[in-house]
């Protein structure tokens, strides 16, 4: 195991662990980016549209297209000579993941954790020269002692459970750090990260309008819709459209294609319109907030700061003044009536359960996937907690407030250790998201340790075109080691 140098050091300023590969594969992700034409990316996403309403009415084919993501996804960390691909795959497991469970796939809940674990850890080994950032080390073996609690309180089913739903999104943030923190990508392969994420997103998106306006018995409340969400959670859809709006709105500020601007750009309009009206508020709170970095590092670039004005312009000014008021007649008024209750949806009662189990058990906490059943004793039903920092508190004690700690001292490294303004406006918006998920809903999906580790990722070549080479070297950091 390598130590990372120190974020600001002069090693890790000048120097990439993936800088060997650079011009091999910068060749491949351009390539690949110039032939995702507009019209062609128009055809992707209304085909993820449909397929997902084929796919809510046909479980077997959400099964056929999850094992089958997922083999191309383990197959790509094994044998790909390049590694924008197995990024580009993560993320679009990342993005599938809710379309899976919203088309009641048989496969594994946390499929999707489990498969960009796996990914990261076969990658990371092909890797001839890697680091392994000690402080996600430290946050992963402050995990473990909890374990030993569960075992001593749980068993069978309960304990695997309990295990598998908490443990897996900590789990795999862990991994994708250590991985993304060893990856370089050139702009044009960054790219075709965020549309691989908001591609599956258009069938979750079409899913939940289908559910929303072909209903015409449906009645909006004060609280969140699952008519509106495809009969499925409306706290993962929201965030998810949230995230892919985000996404969407970082694609258009950084690329140069009009056309596909605007197509990504109406892409972002449909995902914010039924985010909004699955009434599940999170996903569109952590989505604008986690813009607000962006901009802020994005308008210290003189050259960028007047195309930036334009866009936000827009974007507020469609938002506020086209979007909102159609839909808060659509629903007579229950819209502005949901967003301007101060309530956390229960939220703030299991909060306050997790801080009196901690003090009771202030050390080693009650053991992983244990306070769901210490909030039955309390409030009188077994409900696990949605915010994955009081979880930490009262199932892991001592240890998961060190664990705390180490989330948030790796979200300033990730931004820390950048060395461009758009390179900051990534991390610090991505990091930012991920906290705000995991406050909202803890770690229940992939998205939530994917996004705070792709916040690693280094950009080469950010402002200049990348040098051809006719004769590209070996790949030697993807050889076998040994």
Avoid at 44 to 66: D, K, Q, T
Avoid at 297 to 326: H, N, T
Wanted: aromatic content about 10%; charged content about 15%.
């Amino acid at each position: 195991m390598k130590a990372v140098p120190q974020a600001g050091s002069q090693t890790m300023r000048n120097e990439s662990p993936m800088g060997q590969t650079d011009q091999l594969s910068a060749l491949g992700g351009s390539s690949l980016a110039g032939r995702l034409t507009p019209h062609l990316l128009a055809l992707i996403l209304i085909g993820h549209a449909l397929l997902g309403l084929v796919m809510h009415r046909l479980s077997a084919l959400a099964n056929v297209h999850c094992g089958g993501t997922v083999l191309l996804g383990i197959g790509a960390a094994v044998f790909s000579k390049k590694i924008a691909p197995v990024a580009w795959i993560m993320g679009y497991i990342v993005g599938a993941e809710v379309l899976w469970r919203m088309s009641n796939s048989t496969l594994p809940y946390e499929i999707s954790k489990y498969t960009i674990t796996l990914m990261s850890i076969i990658a990371l080994v092909r890797l001839k020269h890697y680091v392994i950032p000690k402080i996600a080390v430290s946050y992963f073996l402050l995990l473990l002692p909890a374990l030993a609690v569960s075992y001593g309180t749980l068993s069978g089913e309960a304990l695997r459970a309990g295990i598998s739903f908490n443990l897996s999104g900590p789990v795999s943030l862990f991994a994708t750090v250590c991985f993304f923190a060893n990856v370089t990508l050139f702009p044009e392969e960054w790219k075709l990260l965020p549309l691989a994420i908001i591609t599956p997103l258009a069938g979750i998106t079409m899913i939940a309008a289908h559910g929303t306006f072909s209903n015409p018995d449906i009645q909006f409340g004060t609280e969140s819709m699952h008519d509106a969400s495809g009969g499925f959670g409306p706290n993962q859809v929201s965030a998810m459209l949230g995230l892919g709006a985000l996404l969407a709105v970082h694609y258009v500020l950084n690329s140069k294609d009009r056309r596909k601007q605007l197509i990504v750009l109406c892409v972002a309009a449909f995902f914010i319109m039924q985010a909004v009206l699955t009434f599940s508020r999170g996903g569109v709170v952590a989505a604008a907030m986690a813009l607000a970095p962006a901009v802020f590092f994005k308008m210290r670039q003189s050259r960028e700061r007047g195309r930036l004005v334009v866009w936000v312009a827009i974007l507020v000014g469609f938002c506020g003044l086209v979007l909102y008021p159609l839909l808060d007649e659509y629903t007579a008024g229950a819209l502005t009536a949901r967003y301007t209750l101060q309530d956390l949806s229960g939220r703030e009662e299991l909060m306050h359960a997790d801080f009196i189990i901690w003090e009771q058990n202030r050390i080693f906490g009650v053991g992983v996937g244990g306070s769901a059943f210490a909030h039955l004793a309390l409030y009188g039903r077994a409900a696990a907690t949605h915010n994955e920092f009081t979880r930490l508190l009262a199932e892991h004690g001592m240890f998961g407030l060190a664990a705390i700690l180490l989330i948030a001292a790796m979200a300033v490294s990730a931004v820390l250790r950048t060395t461009t303004v758009q390179e900051k406006s990534y991390a610090s918006s991505f990091v930012l998201w991920s906290i705000l998920f995991s406050g909202a809903s803890s770690m229940r999906i992939a998205a939530a340790g994917f996004m705070f580790g792709i916040a690693f990722v280094r950009l080469k070549h950010l402002y200049r075109r990348p040098e051809r080479t006719t004769t590209p070297r070996r790949d030697e950091l993807w050889a076998a080691r040994g």
